[in-house]
């Protein structure tokens, strides 16, 4: 097993125990590492298939006229090359010409699609050669984002791309809703004419980035049934292809690839940048995979019992630290940003990803032009990997010191100090008037970069994801009524949850970090008190525009915020500069106040989320001519009233941000 060279690797038997074992050995890279492109590589007069399959006996490469049935056009045997590579030119304009790889590994042949396609039929079951010239819309060249300096200088907007114009009355066309296209369709609105809907409503927000939920190709959604069935999509079928049920037709390769260029193009027009969702931690399926029909046991880890290691609870999970992994990943990911024009990546269960692969991501991207400013951030959950091998180190929350400061994690502490475990619908948070939290808000404030309240957890503020609400579990507004209104559904109006909902705003979008939110959270979004609808029905998932007028007070609220966070440089430091700044008041338990002084600049913070009034008295050095900028019901930074003094009383359940010059 020492002399691992290209002819004896083959005579090793289909036993996962030895096969990881020789994988994991230095001599395996060695000897099989292969830097070069994989993929069908495109030209107008020739097309290289290049596939990575070391144990194969034989590849042959299956030409096919249509993505699904019809007829085969030709099979050709690929020869091997260096590296465990198998290749074959084949002559001739390849551009929409389907193929498969049939490849036999210890006497077995199985076909399989590329697991390096950049295009595929319908339901991803065959690749297909592009062209990737002829994807691009018009001006594609020139299509630019202003990508913010820092992560703390964008707030990101999390869509599912059904869900943003499903609803009926959304103002996008009958065929685009539900589709990449829908994105594109300018000026919509609500039925009334005047009311602003889809991205005609986000130029509107604030936000800087959407991120979009899976919108590589999935398999969990049958295409050629489109629009039937709904699904969030963390279920990668091929990594480097659009999904195909998002698509006007998802039966010609190339649709898709036009039409979500399409949509970032009409979002990065509206000024609006995109992240994508990426779930490289596990694939659709394990033992069907194309990775593991190409090389078995090669992709995903396994457990010392020889059977597919699960850390994501989906069957399976990918060996990101392998050489040939790692690199599948960092590929793709350039591959996005470069060919999509994708300015972040939030990393699904980043938890089971190794530290270095991340790393290496990071430093690839900073590669790119502009490339510094790519958002990188993803899930830290703990996920127990004893499958990843001593040496490695997972990219949770506990190995944040490990990961580059420009590469940042969700922050649950914050999001459950805020507004209550996820886990448990009736827990309260500090807006419910769970005392408990005071600390840890405070800690969420600073960007949990301190060590002032509670245990740090970030080196900086980049590392962290400030949020109350996600895809998973309820939506805030369903969480609010669950833990207040115990065993209710209520969608309606409600004075009390607004306030509520208000709190929880102020507290994320003016703490130190990277705010992001799930789509909808500032009117109100309620998916009737499901906590994992990601196969329920279209109808319980989508975004409801009405609900922009009937909270239209919540929505301004969340819009001024936004506002508020960037005309005050010092709410966006990329350092842990101002946390150290930041002056806490000594207030009654149930109010959090804090002074904030950037030059002549002054900025004064304080909520209580108590029953009752609570008075604030500041020092008496401080300014005493304040300007309000937000109160229990208004946000934004045209001024709309005047505060004198150093002692202010906040009404129950509100918060007060008020700014002065330092004279
Ligand atoms: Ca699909």
């Given at each position: 097993?020492?002399?691992?060279?290209?002819?004896?690797?083959?005579?090793?038997?289909?036993?996962?125990?030895?096969?990881?074992?020789?994988?994991?050995?230095?001599?395996?890279?060695k000897n099989y590492y292969y830097p070069e492109e994989l993929g069908a590589i495109y030209s107008p007069d020739a097309?290289?298939?290049?596939?990575?399959?070391?144990?194969?006996?034989?590849?042959?490469?299956?030409?096919?006229?249509?993505?699904?049935?019809?007829?085969?056009?030709?099979?050709?045997?690929?020869?091997?090359?260096?590296?465990?590579?198998?290749?074959?030119?084949?002559?001739?304009?390849?551009?929409?010409?389907?193929?498969?790889?049939?490849?036999?590994?210890?006497?077995?042949?199985?076909?399989?699609?590329?697991?390096?396609?950049?295009?595929?039929?319908?339901?991803?079951?065959?690749?297909?050669?592009?062209?990737?010239?002829?994807?691009?819309?018009?001006?594609?060249?020139?299509?630019?984002?202003?990508?913010?300096?820092?992560?703390?200088?964008?707030?990101?907007?999390?869509?599912?791309?059904?869900?943003?114009?499903?609803?009926?009355?959304?103002?996008?066309?009958?065929?685009?809703?539900?589709?990449?296209?829908?994105?594109?369709?300018?000026?919509?609105?609500?039925?009334?004419?005047?009311?602003?809907?889809?991205?005609?409503?986000?130029?509107?927000?604030?936000?800087?980035?959407?991120?979009?939920?899976?919108?590589?190709?999935?398999?969990?959604?049958?295409?050629?049934?489109?629009?039937?069935?709904?699904?969030?999509?963390?279920?990668?079928?091929?990594?480097?292809?659009?999904?195909?049920?998002?698509?006007?037709?998802?039966?010609?390769?190339?649709?898709?690839?036009?039409?979500?260029?399409?949509?970032?193009?009409?979002?990065?027009?509206?000024?609006?940048?995109?992240?994508?969702?990426?779930?490289?931690?596990?694939?659709?399926?394990?033992?069907?995979?194309?990775?593991?029909?190409?090389?078995?046991?090669?992709?995903?880890?396994?457990?010392?019992?020889?059977?597919?290691?699960?850390?994501?609870?989906?069957?399976?999970?990918?060996?990101?630290?392998?050489?040939?992994?790692?690199?599948?990943?960092?590929?793709?990911?350039?591959?996005?940003?470069?060919?999509?024009?994708?300015?972040?990546?939030?990393?699904?269960?980043?938890?089971?990803?190794?530290?270095?692969?991340?790393?290496?991501?990071?430093?690839?991207?900073?590669?790119?032009?502009?490339?510094?400013?790519?958002?990188?951030?993803?899930?830290?959950?703990?996920?127990?990997?004893?499958?990843?091998?001593?040496?490695?180190?997972?990219?949770?929350?506990?190995?944040?010191?490990?990961?580059?400061?420009?590469?940042?994690?969700?922050?649950?502490?914050?999001?459950?100090?805020?507004?209550?475990?996820?886990?448990?619908?009736?827990?309260?948070?500090?807006?419910?008037?769970?005392?408990?939290?005071?600390?840890?808000?405070?800690?969420?404030?600073?960007?949990?970069?301190?060590?002032?309240?509670?245990?740090?957890?970030?080196?900086?503020?980049?590392?962290?994801?400030?949020?109350?609400?996600?895809?998973?579990?309820?939506?805030?507004?369903?969480?609010?009524?669950?833990?207040?209104?115990?065993?209710?559904?209520?969608?309606?109006?409600?004075?009390?949850?607004?306030?509520?909902?208000?709190?929880?705003?102020?507290?994320?979008?003016?703490?130190?970090?990277?705010?992001?939110?799930?789509?909808?959270?500032?009117?109100?979004?309620?998916?009737?008190?499901?906590?994992?609808?990601?196969?329920?029905?279209?109808?319980?998932?989508?975004?409801?525009?009405?609900?922009?007028?009937?909270?239209?007070?919540?929505?301004?609220?969340?819009?001024?915020?936004?506002?508020?966070?960037?005309?005050?440089?010092?709410?966006?430091?990329?350092?842990?500069?101002?946390?150290?700044?930041?002056?806490?008041?000594?207030?009654?338990?149930?109010?959090?106040?804090?002074?904030?002084?950037?030059?002549?600049?002054?900025?004064?913070?304080?909520?209580?989320?108590?029953?009752?009034?609570?008075?604030?008295?500041?020092?008496?050095?401080?300014?005493?001519?304040?300007?309000?900028?937000?109160?229990?019901?208004?946000?934004?930074?045209?001024?709309?009233?005047?505060?004198?003094?150093?002692?202010?009383?906040?009404?129950?359940?509100?918060?007060?941000?008020?700014?002065?010059?330092?004279?």
């Open positions: 097993m020492n002399d691992l060279n290209f002819q004896n690797i083959k005579n090793v038997s289909n036993d996962p125990v030895k096969l990881s074992a020789i994988y994991h050995s230095p001599d395996f890279e097309t290289t298939f290049r596939v990575w399959a070391p144990l194969a006996d034989f590849v042959s490469l299956c030409l096919y006229e249509q993505g699904s049935g019809g007829k085969l056009l030709q099979k050709q045997a690929l020869h091997p090359a260096d590296h465990g590579v198998w290749e074959r030119t084949i002559t001739g304009d390849l551009d929409g010409v389907y193929y498969t790889y049939e490849i036999s590994n210890f006497g077995v042949s199985t076909e399989t699609a590329d697991p390096y396609a950049k295009a595929a039929g319908v339901n991803g079951r065959r690749s297909m050669v592009v062209d990737l010239s002829k994807t691009n819309p018009p001006r594609w060249e020139n299509d630019t984002f202003q990508r913010p300096e820092h992560p703390t200088d964008a707030i990101v907007w999390e869509i599912h791309v059904g869900d943003f114009s499903n609803d009926p009355s959304c103002g996008v066309r009958k065929e685009w809703r539900g589709k990449y296209l829908a994105f594109t369709e300018p000026n919509t609105t609500l039925p009334d004419g005047r009311t602003p809907t889809c991205v005609n409503y986000l130029k509107k927000l604030g936000v800087t980035h959407v991120q979009l939920m899976p919108v590589y190709d999935y398999g969990s959604i049958d295409e050629t049934q489109a629009g039937k069935a709904f699904n969030w999509g963390y279920d990668p079928l091929n990594y480097n292809v659009p999904e195909g049920s998002y698509s006007t037709d998802p039966f010609h390769g190339q649709a898709r690839i036009l039409e979500l260029k399409k949509m970032v193009a009409a979002l990065h027009q509206a000024g609006i940048g995109v992240v994508m969702d990426v779930v490289y931690n596990h694939t659709f399926e394990g033992p069907g995979s194309w990775f593991h029909r190409t090389v078995p046991y090669y992709y995903h880890r396994t457990t010392s019992e020889g059977k597919f290691a699960d850390g994501s609870a989906c069957g399976n999970e990918v060996a990101s630290e392998r050489c040939m992994c790692r690199k599948y990943i960092i590929d793709s990911v350039r591959y996005w940003a470069k060919e999509y024009h994708i300015d972040g990546f939030r990393f699904d269960l980043m938890g089971l990803i190794d530290v270095e692969t991340m790393n290496r991501i990071r430093a690839e991207l900073d590669k790119l032009p502009d490339g510094r400013k790519i958002l990188l951030y993803g899930e830290p959950w703990y996920a127990s990997t004893p499958a990843m091998p001593a040496g490695n180190f997972p990219a949770d929350k506990e190995h944040l010191s490990l990961l580059n400061p420009r590469i940042g994690v969700f922050c649950d502490n914050t999001r459950d100090a805020i507004k209550g475990d996820v886990f448990f619908r009736h827990k309260k948070g500090f807006v419910q008037e769970n005392l408990k939290f005071e600390n840890d808000v405070k800690a969420s404030l600073q960007g949990w970069t301190r060590n002032d309240f509670a245990k740090p957890l970030a080196m900086a503020p980049t590392q962290i994801v400030s949020y109350v609400s996600a895809h998973d579990n309820l939506t805030l507004w369903d969480k609010l009524i669950a833990s207040t209104k115990r065993g209710r559904i209520y969608t309606a109006y409600d004075e009390e949850m607004v306030r509520l909902n208000k709190l929880c705003a102020v507290l994320y979008l003016m703490a130190q970090g990277m705010p992001f939110l799930q789509a909808g959270e500032e009117f109100a979004r309620t998916k009737r008190g499901m906590d994992n609808s990601y196969r329920a029905s279209a109808a319980r998932n989508r975004l409801d525009w009405k609900r922009t007028l009937e909270f239209s007070d919540l929505l301004d609220y969340y819009r001024g915020l936004i506002e508020i966070r960037f005309a005050f440089p010092m709410l966006r430091d990329s350092s842990v500069h101002t946390a150290g700044k930041m002056k806490f008041v000594d207030s009654v338990p149930g109010t959090v106040a804090f002074t904030l002084r950037d030059g002549k600049e002054l900025l004064f913070v304080c909520v209580n989320v108590l029953s009752e009034p609570a008075e604030i008295q500041l020092d008496s050095d401080l300014p005493k001519d304040w300007i309000i900028i937000a109160d229990g019901s208004k946000a934004g930074i045209v001024p709309f009233g005047k505060l004198h003094g150093n002692k202010f009383l906040l009404s129950r359940k509100s918060a007060l941000i008020l700014k002065a010059e330092v004279v």
